[in-house]
């Protein structure tokens, strides 16, 4: 039986600048031109999912505001089940991108409307042991840990994107099944967590080891790589000119769980998260860069076996 997917997390506008390279600290840098376009973590890993074919109810607070609508418009055009988005009268959540010419990119974000979602607004029949919950780092941490808390209670499986970079309680980290993380934000966990490792790899597997549980390190050109307490496996990326980087992390997540909902293992389940996420590097934007399931599928025998 495939499992289905529950996103707890953020829905942001995106305001794209192009530029030709980023600013400074205390530095101005003009642009053309900018482009709106929905975003935030959460809702862009629930699109992604939902374009890998599997079947997503997405819960997060939208403001009232003009950018509301087009947000959730998104959402309904992607397949994702809208019913659980909860509106207050707070504006919703903002974004400001800058990209530059090599597609890297800086973002600021304004969380508005995502304040306001609560773990209790959860039902308990979404969260049943056919379920997997996904959450970030972009609503209020005390409501991930307790609807992590809730989730592992009623048997879910539990996916944690560290994302933006932050602490995380030791006694949450146990109870995630899969915590994902770039390189940044997986050494950021282990500071918190008073690790001595310094190299990206070798603090995902540390913190592999002390949870039990699975830490994949996200290496951007380089591929991901995934250990836990016994193995490790490394995927590499498709070799591509990036246009735009936005959303590839959301979109590696959002395959990611679609992959493993569709009862996929690790490796398997990586190659095809890492095959969608190059392809969400050729389009601007996040969630219009998200690629379908023919798109990546006609894409996987592109990515090499070994890295």
């Known amino acids: 039986m495939n499992s289905k997917i529950l996103v707890f997390g953020s829905i942001n506008a995106d305001l794209v600048f192009p530029l030709e390279k980023l600013p400074r600290e205390g530095e101005t840098v003009l642009g053309v031109n900018y482009s709106f376009h929905p975003g935030g973590k959460g809702a862009n890993q629930a699109v992604a999912a939902s374009r890998a074919g599997a079947e997503v109810t997405f819960h997060g607070c939208l403001g009232k505001d003009a950018f509301a609508e087009e947000l959730l418009n998104s959402l309904i055009q992607s397949n994702v089940d809208v019913s659980q988005i909860n509106r207050v009268n707070t504006p919703s959540g903002c974004a400001a991108i800058g990209v530059d010419t090599s597609g890297a990119n800086q973002i600021m974000v304004a969380a508005g409307a995502n304040l306001h979602v609560m773990a209790s607004q959860v039902p308990d029949n979404l969260l049943t042991p056919t379920t997997i919950v996904v959450l970030q780092m972009e609503v209020p941490a005390k ?70 549980k699975t830490c994949i390190l996200t290496l951007g050109e380089e591929g991901a790589f995934a250990s836990n307490s016994i193995n490790f496996w490394r995927v590499p990326a498709l070799a591509l000119d990036p246009v735009d980087t936005t959303a590839a992390g959301d979109c590696f997540v959002g395959w990611l769980a679609a992959r493993l909902a569709s009862g996929d293992n690790l490796e398997q389940s990586l190659r095809w998260a890492s095959v969608a996420a190059g392809k969400a590097c050729l389009i601007s934007g996040a969630q219009t860069s998200l690629p379908d399931f023919r798109s990546v599928e006609a894409s996987l025998s592109d990515l090499p076996r070994n890295n």
Do not use: C, M
């Open 143 to 212: 409501e991930n840990w307790s609807l992590i808390n809730r989730a592992k209670a009623l048997g879910s499986t539990v996916i944690l994107n560290l994302a933006p970079a932050g602490a995380v309680p030791l006694e949450t980290l146990s109870l995630i099944d899969f915590l994902i993380g770039n390189e940044l934000e997986v050494l950021t966990l282990a500071r918190n967590l008073e690790l001595k490792e310094k190299q990206p790899i070798e603090a995902a597997q540390k913190i592999a080891q002390l949870t039990k």
